[in-house]
């Protein structure tokens, strides 16, 4: 299975802070990633797919980069509705994995 | 906007088969370009991916839970299932069900439910 590895496992910033997720693949994925909001109680939401497309309705402020084994996510001016739970997750091979999460919380 | 909804029991006895159904609210169950999938995250623990079943009823699941899981799809009722049997503690999970989009090279969980808890206790 690919190992899905997200760094940092947690974080805090201010509002208004620009906030930076990585994500690293055991293997080469190409840009078979993905993005993910996890908060408790409500459905997840996709927020990068294929390492850099932006959903119709996700805000502008989140953006994905990378390829092959690293990615990022970004928010740009991090928002008070920002806080949650953030997961890459590999569609390039099955089984699909996750990373473990990283935790957004504001400062 | 699509809706996904999970529904089934919230407590399962050790060994007996957990049973879950996922309501879909539009016609895209029958759709060519998805994908149906389950994915669990343990209580304090990460997502994991369970299993994916098509329209036709083509499946793939995950290896280390293939010999116990099976899914299955009605498209008449709009739903799909989940059952794993001779469960243990380290199922207990909130369960989504999601929409695999395959309507690009980038496969992805486009919309998910809100989840349904699932704990396996005597």
């Known amino acids: 299975d690919i190992q899905m590895t997200q760094s940092p496992p947690s974080l805090s910033a201010s509002v208004g802070d620009r906030v930076t997720i990585s994500c690293r693949a055991s293997q080469s994925i190409g840009t078979y990633l993905n993005w993910y909001q996890v908060k408790s109680g409500e459905a997840p939401k996709v927020l990068i797919y294929g390492a850099s497309n932006l959903p119709s309705g996700v805000p502008s402020r989140f953006s994905g980069g990378g390829s092959l084994i690293e990615f990022t996510l970004t928010i740009n001016s991090l928002q008070p509705e920002d806080v949650a739970t953030y997961y890459c997750h590999q569609s390039s091979v099955s089984p699909y994995t996750f990373g473990q999460g990283t935790k957004v919380e504001i400062k | 906007q699509l809706e996904l909804q999970e529904s089934g029991p919230g407590l399962v006895r050790p060994s007996e088969t957990l049973s879950l159904s996922c309501t879909v609210s539009?016609?895209?169950?029958?759709?060519?370009?998805?994908?149906w999938a389950w994915i669990r995250q343990p209580p304090g623990q990460g997502l994991e991916w369970i299993g994916s079943v098509y329209y036709s009823g083509s499946t793939y699941y995950t290896p280390s839970l293939r010999s116990r899981v099976t899914m299955s799809i009605d498209t008449s009722k709009r739903q799909f299932s989940l059952k794993l049997t001779s469960v243990t503690a380290a199922d207990t999970a909130v369960y989504y069900c999601?929409?695999?989009?395959?309507?690009?090279?980038?496969?992805?969980?486009?919309?998910w439910g809100q989840g349904a808890l699932v704990t396996v206790s005597s």
């Open positions: 999601a929409r695999e989009a395959h309507d690009t090279a980038d496969y992805h969980f486009d919309f």
């Open positions: 539009s016609d895209s169950i029958s759709g060519t370009t998805y994908y």
